[in-house]
């Protein structure tokens, strides 16, 4: 399993943005297929975004599309999320996961699809 985790949440405004990071510790990224996920409270754990091993598919929660934006820097191996103008309703603890293995042309904001997950970062959306 790669150990992952979540930075970059906060307190924002609506209409703010934020960025979130998804780094993995002692193994690169660009193996595997990269999800983000969020759980607000008392709600179930929804998929928001996904991109593939090699980066060529993304896909995005209707309710994100045309705000967010998932991304992959090899460099630092780093996987973003770009969120832009954030609602309250996107108020919510938000995870990135790891599929198992690498997965090309290919990605799933379905759970099932993920093996690692880190622990979750804060995003909070209020005036």
């Known amino acids: 399993q790669v150990q992952l985790v979540e930075s970059g949440g906060g307190l924002v405004q609506p209409g703010g943005s934020l960025r979130l990071s998804c780094a993995a510790s002692?193994?690169?990224?660009?193996?595997?297929?990269i999800g983000w996920f969020r759980q607000a409270p008392g709600k179930e754990r929804e998929g928001v975004s996904c991109?593939?091993?090699?980066?060529?598919?993304?896909n995005y929660a209707k309710s994100v599309k045309g705000r967010f934006t998932i991304s992959r820097d090899t460099a630092k191996n780093l996987v973003y999320l770009q969120m832009n103008n954030l609602k309250p309703e996107d108020t919510a603890v938000y995870f990135c996961?790891?599929?198992?293995?690498?997965?090309?042309?290919?990605?799933?904001?379905?759970?099932?699809?993920?093996?690692?997950w880190g622990q979750g970062t804060q995003v909070t959306v209020s005036s």
């Open positions: 996961a790891a599929s198992s293995g690498a997965v090309y042309y290919y990605c799933s904001t379905d759970q099932s699809f993920y093996a690692s």
């Open positions: 991109i593939s091993s090699d980066d060529d598919i993304t």
């Open positions: 002692g193994t690169s990224l660009d193996y595997y297929a």
